[in-house]
């Protein structure tokens, strides 16, 4: 069965810093990956996905990920922060089976200092 | 732009009472799904649905939860007798393929009393 591990349970950063949110994924097969965000009492927006092909991939607000079949990673980054960015992330890893269902990691709640 | 929806916003229940959760996922997909989060912890899947009939479902997803897309629009998710730990925030999503992304509704929030 797959699974998807979020190291980092929470992240500071200063507005206009850099970031990097680290997922590691377990699957036999090549997975599809998925970064959501989740702002407090909102639901889940996809932020980026990974499906074969260019191992980096943009999604929107700015962000990006590239996937590492070799490290079984697929990190998030963002070269600059705003404010709003301050949410928890989480990563997720679906198979191509009937069921299809996403795995989530644990998430990663990221604060952001003025 | 479509988008999933999903009624109540929020659900208190008194345990042992029955609850429906209700869940209408973009007008073409095909492929319907129900997870949910307990308080500060991960996104958790319960069941996947396609073709009228469950695909694949979490053991968490026992004899006291069903599903079902009773007319073209609406897929519910009904807990016959809850229980306490079953507060939590109940996720739908949905997709047309299974190589799609999957768009997820704002979630129902339930609180067990």
């Known amino acids: 069965a797959q699974s998807v591990t979020q190291p980092d349970i929470h992240i500071t950063v200063s507005e206009g810093a850099s970031l990097e949110l680290r997922c590691n994924y377990s699957?036999?097969?090549?997975?599809?990956l998925f970064w959501y965000v989740q702002s407090p009492g909102q639901g889940l927006q996809l932020l980026l996905k990974?499906?074969?092909?260019?191992?980096l991939v943009q999604g929107i607000k700015g962000f990006e990920a590239e996937f590492k079949r070799s490290q079984s990673s697929f990190n998030l980054r963002k070269p600059s922060v705003h404010w709003s960015d301050a949410a928890e992330y989480f990563c997720?890893?679906?198979?191509?089976?009937?069921?299809?269902?996403?795995?989530f990691g644990g998430g990663t709640r990221l604060m952001v200092k003025p | 732009e479509p988008e999933v929806t999903q009624t109540p916003s929020h659900q208190v229940t008194q345990m042992g009472q029955e609850v429906i959760l209700r869940c209408v996922p973009i007008?073409?997909?095909?492929?319907f799904y129900w997870y949910r989060q307990i308080l500060g912890q991960k996104v958790e899947f319960l069941v996947s649905?396609?073709?009228?009939?469950?695909?694949?479902k979490s053991e968490i997803f026992d004899d006291q939860f069903s599903v079902e897309r009773p007319d073209g629009s609406n897929f519910t998710l009904k807990i016959r007798s809850t229980k306490l730990e079953d507060s939590a925030m109940y996720f739908c999503?949905?997709?047309?393929?299974?190589?799609?992304?999957?768009?997820f509704g704002p979630g129902t929030r339930l609180t067990v009393l």
């Open positions: 997720a890893v679906a198979t191509n089976n009937a069921g299809n269902m996403l795995t």
């Open positions: 699957y036999g097969a090549t997975p599809y």
């Open positions: 990974y499906f074969s092909g260019d191992t």
């Open positions: 007008s073409n997909h095909l492929y």
């Open positions: 649905f396609y073709n009228n009939e469950i695909s694949e």
């Open positions: 999503a949905s997709h047309l393929r299974p190589t799609d992304t999957q768009y």
